[in-house]
């Protein structure tokens, strides 16, 4: 069992930065980022191995960075030069014993 709890989210202007973080109460091997906008599908934004690795959807590549903190087993997505596009719930995810476990999600909206 991975129980992921996220903060973060918020309002902000376009062009301005957002920090969402994602503590897990274990480590897991992978954890990422995913978001979903009003009557889109939930699409991957960031993901990082336990080994560093990192992967980017194109539309945020350059933008936003994942990191994460072993010790603290927490998971970030620091988000700059939002775009209105962004807006979106973004959800937490870790894989853990071949089990894909998801955070409740948080708002992000970015506004024009």
């Given at each position: ?12 202007q376009?062009g ?12 897991a ?12 599908q ?5 993901v990082?191995?336990?080994g ?12 936003f960075?994942?990191s994460r ?14 775009k209105?596009?962004d ?6 995810n ?7 476990y ?11």
């Open positions: 069992q991975v129980h992921l709890v996220e903060s973060g989210g918020g309002l902000v376009a301005g930065s957002l920090r969402l973080s994602c503590a897990a109460s274990r480590t091997n992978t954890m990422a980022w995913y978001r979903q906008a009003p009557g889109k939930r699409e991957f934004v960031a990082m191995h336990s560093g690795s990192t992967n980017y959807a194109d539309s945020v590549k350059g933008r960075t994942i903190d072993n010790a603290k087993n927490t998971v970030y997505l620091q988000m700059n030069s939002l209105p596009e807006t979106a719930v973004y959800y937490c870790a894989i853990q014993f071949g089990l894909q998801w955070g409740q999600g948080t708002q992000v909206t970015v506004s024009s």
